[in-house]
């Protein structure tokens, strides 16, 4: 692409990226556009997008409470599970692949090897267990098991991080005045500060006060990256960047200029409720087939959307209709109920008891006796994980496996 090409298409970039003003930094600006419509009202049948569902009940002890679900990562045929309450009091819960519970790893305080609240959690080189926290800006590395291995201390507050095959670390923080606004930071193999990017302007550091369920997302060792209120998913390559994914909201997407470097999180929350338009990209994923969205609106009615790479179809919905199993029960999404993991292409989707159960009871009342012990024969492990499950128990695991659609 010469100079002259190169230049009107970055301004035609630039005007559709209404709520991401920072202009890429590469020369290839290829990006696929994701187009959204949505209703308060529109729903999502599972047999659209589900091939499969494994049940993984999460044991339930006085030790294990598990209340708000943030990061989950299978390694080791282990489940590390954060659970915070309020988004305080953060906690990581190990359960093996059947959800026996194993060990809880929990060092609130302010000594040597402890942290005062901890943000984020990876495991990082295969074999270590990174935390960072803020307020006390400690980073602190242990064994699989929890076991403190080393401190380390970067002075500035780091809301996520994403580890890479090759050891090295990208940090995302909010300490922009000490990084010259730049909102990212490579961290070499042995965990020292290689560089920092990704410059920020004035009104976009206004949007870091809002935190999103993550950041990044990695897909055939290929690195992205989205921040609050912004409509576009970069994929990073070294110190460069460039748009991958457009989420086109249509006309709920946030004016040019609605946030300025004044507005704190309050006021951005008015100016969208007065608009009735999206209020943010609240999380994603990529994989291979599909581009996995979650985002609210004013009303901060939480949405899910699929994209298929190999169709463009989109599938978008406030609400999961059961079509498969427990017929016609019903999930409307919220920030504590949607999705926020995959492994590879599996959703890990953590589950209230309330949920199942309802569905487990309906069935059952519902159905005669042959229909009922036919349904037992067809899905025995979810009876059976129903009729033992409590109400106040922990939430049930489930692996979503996507069809193609």
Known sequence: ?????????????????????????????????????YRKASSIKLSEFVESVDLIPLETTEDNLIGE???????????????????????????????????KIDHRGVGPGEYVEMTDFQIVQDSLLMTVSNGDYKSNLYDLKGAFIKELNYKYNITEFQPLLDGTIFLYHFSLREMNMNVLCKLNSDFIVDYSFFKLSKSEVARTCQINAN?????DEK???????????????????????????????????????KDGILEIEAKVKRLESVMSLYTYDITPRFVYLGFDDFER?????????????????????????????????????????????????HVEPDVLLEGYEKSRKSMGESDWNVF??????????????????????LRVKLKSF
């Open 301 to 349: 009615n939480v949405y899910m959307s699929l994209y298929s790479l190999q169709t463009g179809k989109v599938l978008t919905g406030h609400t999961i209709i059961d079509d498969l199993y427990f017929l016609g029960n019903r999930m409307v999404l919220t920030h504590n109920s949607i999705a926020v993991n995959m492994d590879k292409e599996e959703i890990l989707w």
């Open 69 to 103: 679900v943030g990061r989950i990562v299978f390694i080791d045929n282990n489940y590390y599970i954060k659970s915070t309450n309020g988004r305080q009091n953060a906690k990581i819960f190990v359960f093996d692949t059947d959800g026996r519970y194993q060990f």
């Open 223 to 261: 690195v992205y990256f989205n921040y609050p209120f912004c409509d576009t998913i970069y994929q990073i390559a070294g110190q460069k960047y460039s748009p991958a994914y457009y989420i086109d909201f249509g006309n709920k997407k946030h004016p040019e200029g609605l946030i300025t470097e």
């Open 1 to 37: 692409m010469n100079k002259s090409n190169t230049n009107i298409f970055l301004l035609f970039l630039m005007a559709l990226q209404l709520s991401c003003a920072t202009a890429p930094d590469k020369e290839d600006l290829y990006y696929v556009r994701i187009p959204i419509e």
């Open 376 to 397: 037992c024969k067809k899905h025995p492990k979810l009876v059976s994980v129903c009729s033992m499950l409590k109400a106040d128990d922990n939430p049930v695991l």
């Open 215 to 219: 950041a990044f997302s990695v897909c």
